[in-house]
């Protein structure tokens, strides 16, 4: 045990030296507990900011699961069985394999086959046969479908589609998905642009973005449930119809390496553009400019 004189009797030059002192030992005794009660505050804080982005920028994706710890500055989030991070302003989105190169492990792989077992026998997750094998960016790189620069739409079934615009109007396909931010914006510069869209949805999102296509397919009137779906509105309960059409739109998405929304298809030639574009951009590209 450690006996301090009464400060009252230290002259203030010997308090000045004994001060660091007293703060080692203080700090000894306390500084332990209180990183332990610190650093979980933090996460917890980081959490709940980060949660609340997600809810202002994706307001019809559920947040299952919200990890901000471990992930070099990522945060990992789970909607249903979808798996993606977000930074931790939640700007930044990312779809994609996440390695800890120094554990050597796919957490991505990890976390997938604990939401979806059925990958292990689907045979989704051959690329962890070798656990310790180094992770290689150039054979991934290799190995990943990418868009091609032209697709045929030969083939995909009409009830698979949303037609909207004016009749007249340039004509073009887009691949979208109704919770994806950037498809708003686009279906309001080709509003603008006054085109003919035929938009087939896909379901980047996961189980919720299917539930909300098949929801605007199955409307009686589907170009005003797209349009309520871009804004947030609740689709009225409509019959039961055959989706079919949506199957078609995924699973030609997943031979083309769609691996994001929207995709924006000219027809004739089937020249292929990716992401949000402008209407000036729109425009030169459906009278046969380049990207």
Known sequence: MILLPSLRRVRPALLAGLAPALACLIGASTGVAAANIAAPLETARVVREVREALKLRLPRTPIDSLVCDGLGGLCEVVSNKTLFYVDRGARFLMVGRLYDMESRQDLTAARLLALNPDLLAAGGLRREANADAEPNPRAEAASAKTTPA???LA????????????EAGPRVTV????????????????????????????????ATSRKLAGQVICAADRQHALHAAYAGQALPASARCDTAGLDANEA???????????????????AVIEGYRPAAELARFLKGGTK
């Open 175 to 206: 691949f979208s998905d109704f919770n994806c931010g950037y498809c708003k914006r686009l279906a309001a510069e080709l509003e603008a642009l006054g085109a003919r869209v035929e938009e087939r949805p896909i379901s980047i999102f996961g």
């Open 252 to 270: 030609f998405a997943r031979a083309h390496g769609f691996g994001g929304t929207p995709v924006i298809v000219r027809p004739g030639d089937g």
């Open 155 to 166: 083939g995909l079934p009409a009830n698979g589609a949303i037609v909207w615009g004016p």
């Open 150 to 152: 032209k697709v045929s």
